[in-house]
């Protein structure tokens, strides 16, 4: 017997431990995603490169997230607020 399937979006959320909101120690990928960005300025990569690479650091941790979640979350965390 077939499985019936549900025509209803599935709809995934991000802890809110590791939203931009979040305390500084609330989300364990932090200390990467700021490893990551910290390293690629250290070896001459632009902001926006740099950028680029700590947001894909935080989406290897949390794959649900969306790009734009990611963004604005890492912006956070590491200027204190978004830049745009």
């Known amino acids: 017997m077939a499985e019936k399937r549900s025509d209803r ?12 909101g979040a305390a500084r120690n609330a989300c364990r990928c932090r200390a990467a995603v700021e490893r990551a ?4 300025i250290a070896g ?8 680029e690479a700590a947001a894909r650091v935080f989406r ?5 997230s969306s790009e734009r979640h ?7 965390w590491l200027f204190n607020g978004p830049l745009h």
């Open 9 to 20: 979006p599935i709809v995934v959320t991000v802890a809110d431990d590791c939203g931009p």
């Open 37 to 40: 960005f910290s390293g690629m």
């Open 44 to 51: 001459g990569a632009p902001d926006s490169i740099a950028m």
């Open 60 to 64: 290897y941790h949390h794959p649900e």
């Open 70 to 76: 990611a963004w604005d979350t890492v912006e956070t």
